[in-house]
């Protein structure tokens, strides 16, 4: 038996340069294995193992090897399980070189129990491991133990030569049910069916036992009472309460039996993050990985994961004794809110809160399989603010792995050790990063960064916060800019050094004595708006460490892109309805700018607003709509932008944030090549900022190149465009660079794998696990039980008869009368 297979997924030389030689006889290989089976000697056949026929066809072994040459193996189909390969057998195999090849192969599905099989192979030693410095195994813990005996016990196959045990048949069932949205009288049904098909297999009798056998090495979760209103947890200190301690409301529901069981009136489900980072350690496919950042050193200035960054370097400094031990984890949270409901239904928002790990490489960083979810905050409304209070469990454990650590066995080098952890950062778009920093992000004061020393204003005629002319400040001292009268503010020049960043130290040094939202009421401090936009002492503060971490929390790529570019194209196209240059911003720009060409004109008694050469004629936009109609792009690269045109309007509509992303860094400078030349370079150069900015590898020297252009790019677009155009999200962007020299890339900190994490099929299931006191407005009809689901549509049959009925005596009514 071969002991490396990654040929079987490096078919062609680049470019689809023919196949390669170790392809080819690997090839042959498999199908002289194959012609061994007992299936071929009876038949004369094998099962093709090609990705379009994924071992479910039997041909000769001539059509075999051309399908593999033409279409390559099925996915992930390292172990040849379908053709009489399983674990006993394969102990030759080098899965450790195998962990090393794409990751877009390594976490696909071969087949269900696959994963299962894998962590009672490390817990037996099938796998070959990584030996410590000290060369000695030990055995696992007690609690890793009891782990892999159930394991063991639970995946034996079902029979002899089986890819299956009772185990994965029971995940099996439980993902249909899910993905499908079954009743749990049609899966009893299912599993009835199965067993009189194979009376003599060992599988779960009905959906209740299926779901109690994996819940046996399921993670656990915990249920708490939460007040209505969202002022407190009954949790800890406060868990005998049966009322709330701020607004008095009663804890329990009404009943009028006393001897029924009294129903919280909301609860929120906890997940522990501590058994989940244990499981990494569990398993061959991730534990090599959680030393990978300490490793694999890259050159110095070069940032490819967040461990390139300042801030874990300057984390590692302050606290030595946690970075010399690679295996501890450094975690980054994210909190978001989704509708889980149909836009017609009532509004109800939800907040899922994400833990994800960094140790990882970067192609398995921030991937599915390592989001790991540990509360819901239950709606209907948003938290705000007290999101504090649906936190604290986590932070209890948080400090636990901070000050103490939890035992932990590690598979890849059989040794147990003291896990800790530390929380990098956190990861949320604008509204969500004032309600966990505790810093308002509204009004004049918004900018987290730059904080009071400011120089937002407040527009006479439009009324709303601008940051024009904010960004003179950050050009070198002798740039012309600052100088100048009237290009920007009439009659103003800007010699201000840039605002000063403050340190984690110092701005604990303000908000040390503010309240706490899980200690006292929310109320409004005193400065709020003028001197500050504190709101709160954030929950996050009483973490030992927060205060010494250079990034606590990351402005948003993903948002903050999409609202930039959707303020400049539909300015650009000139969108009556989203453009930034309306007649308000034209009194504005009358009133601080000098403009000659843009001022509203009085003709025929009415206020006419002269065309900018910024914006596009209708036939121009036309035009643009029509190319973007005809656009053809790669599956995947993005949605169909033809669904996005207007042609009647000449506007593009409905674009997601990715769409936007792609048309920001590939399509913006093509879409407006029209515009005047100068126009044109300005807006090239800011496509290139955040296509620069996205790179997955950055380069320091690039970084400082890269900050002072942005910060250029911003004052020539104050030159051209209205004051109104610039709100928040235009003065964002001189404070990415600086982030992305903390953090590192971009992937690693923002939001489009969060947004994406629940698919629909998975709304069900979320909702009502963890929004269980909230009567949903609908149920989902497969949940209803059959014999209810026919009353009910006999019920209708009646009424519908009845109403036709009703409906034809009044028209023979009408005819007689009308006669």
Request: charged letters at 25%; one cysteine or more; aromatic letters at 12%.
């Amino acid at each position: 038996m071969e002991r490396d297979r990654r040929w079987m997924y490096d078919r062609n030389y680049p470019n689809r340069g023919g196949l390669k030689e170790e392809f080819v006889e690997g090839v042959k290989g498999f199908i002289a294995y194959a012609k061994t089976l007992l299936e071929f000697r009876n038949e004369g056949t094998i099962r093709c193992p090609c990705a379009k026929c994924k071992c479910i066809k039997l041909l000769i072994p001539e059509d075999v090897k051309v399908h593999l040459y033409r279409k390559g193996f099925r996915e992930n189909y390292y172990m040849w399980t379908v053709h009489g390969e399983n674990y006993s057998n394969l102990a030759d195999v080098d899965f450790q070189n195998l962990a090393g090849c794409e990751s877009s192969t390594l976490f696909e599905k071969n087949y269900d129990n696959s994963q299962m099989h894998e962590m009672v192979s490390n817990a037996f030693g099938i796998h070959p491991r990584v030996q410590s410095q000290q060369n000695i195994d030990e055995s696992p813990n007690d609690e890793a133990k009891h782990f892999y005996e159930l394991l063991d016990a639970a995946s034996r196959p079902l029979y002899e030569g089986s890819i299956h045990s009772e185990l994965s048949v029971a995940v099996r069932l439980l993902t249909i049910k899910s993905d499908w949205n079954l009743s749990q009288a049609a899966m009893n049904a299912i599993i009835g069916l199965m067993g009189e098909v194979s009376p003599n297999i060992n599988l779960p009798g009905d959906y209740y036992k299926a779901k109690k056998l994996v819940s046996k090495i399921a993670l656990s979760s915990t249920k708490i009472d939460c007040c209505e209103k969202g002022c407190m947890l009954y949790y800890k200190d406060d868990a005998a309460l049966e009322a709330c301690k701020f607004c008095g409301l009663s804890r329990f529901k009404e009943v009028t039996n006393a001897k029924v069981k009294k129903v919280p009136i909301k609860r929120m489900h906890y997940l522990p993050i501590i058994p989940r980072l244990k499981r990494l350690y569990a398993s061959m496919s991730s534990a090599p990985h959680m030393r990978w950042h300490h490793e694999n050193r890259r050159a110095p200035g070069v940032l490819c994961h967040p461990s390139d960054g300042e801030a874990w370097k300057n984390f590692d400094r302050m606290y030595p004794d946690f970075a010399n031990e690679p295996r501890n984890v450094r975690l980054g949270l994210c909190a978001d809110g989704f509708t889980p409901f149909s836009v017609s239904a009532t509004p109800y928002s939800c907040w899922p809160i994400f833990i994800t790990p960094y140790n990882l490489p970067p192609e398995m960083c921030m991937t599915s399989p390592y989001l790991f979810q540990t509360s819901i905050v239950p709606g209907p409304s948003n938290p705000k603010s007290l999101i504090d209070i649906y936190l604290q469990p986590l932070i209890d454990e948080l400090k636990l792995l901070w000050q103490e650590g939890v035992e932990t066995y590690d598979i890849s080098t059989k040794q147990n050790f003291k896990l800790r952890a530390a929380l990098m950062w956190t990861i949320n778009d604008f509204p969500a990063y004032g309600m966990l920093s505790g810093w308002s992000t509204a009004e004049k004061l918004a900018c987290p960064c730059c904080m009071e020393d400011t120089k937002a204003f407040t527009l006479k005629h439009g009324g709303k916060t601008t940051w024009f002319d904010c960004h003179r400040r950050f050009l070198p001292i002798d740039h012309e800019f600052r100088r100048n009268t009237s290009a920007f503010m009439k009659n103003r020049t800007d010699y201000d050094e840039p605002p000063a960043t403050l340190s984690g130290e110092k701005i604990w040094e303000r908000v040390k004595n503010f309240p706490k939202v899980t200690e006292s009421p929310l109320l409004k401090l005193p400065g709020y708006g003028v001197e500050h936009n504190w709101t709160k002492q954030s929950i996050f503060w009483e973490l030992p460490y927060w205060k010494h971490n250079l990034l606590r929390h990351n402005l948003d790529v993903m948002h903050i892109e999409k609202n930039f570019f959707d303020n400049l194209f539909h300015t650009i196209m000139d969108d009556k309805n989203k453009t930034k240059d309306n007649l308000k911003a034209r009194m504005d720009l009358q009133e601080y700018c000098r403009r000659r060409e843009l001022e509203l004109r009085q003709e025929n008694n009415r206020m006419v607003k002269p065309k900018a050469i910024y914006s596009f004629k209708m036939d121009d936009k036309r035009k643009i709509c029509d190319w973007v109609r005809n656009l053809r792009m790669l599956d995947g690269y993005a949605s169909n932008l033809s669904n996005c045109v207007d042609m009647k309007e000449g506007k593009l509509m409905y674009m997601k944030s990715h769409d936007c992303h792609i048309f920001m860094e590939s399509l913006l400078p093509i879409a407006f090549s029209a515009l005047p030349q100068r126009l044109w370079k300005l807006i090239t150069e800011i496509s290139l900022f955040y296509k620069d900015l996205c790179s997955n590898t950055l380069r320091e020297e690039n970084l400082v190149l890269m900050e002072s252009n942005i910060h250029l790019i911003i004052n020539k677009l104050a030159k051209k465009f209205p004051c109104g155009f610039f709100n928040v999200m235009e003065h964002l962007p001189v404070h990415l660079v600086r982030e992305a020299r903390l953090g590192g890339p971009v992937q690693c900190r923002w939001m489009y794998l969060f947004e994406s994490f629940y698919p629909p099929q998975a709304t069900k299931a979320v909702v009502e696990s963890m929004c269980s006191f909230y009567y949903a407005p609908w149920r989902f009809w497969s949940d209803v039980p059959s014999h209810i689901r026919d009353r009910m549509f006999d019920e209708f049959r009646i009424k519908l008869i009845f109403f036709f009925s009703f409906q034809l005596t009044i028209f023979i009514l009408t005819c007689f009368i009308c006669r």
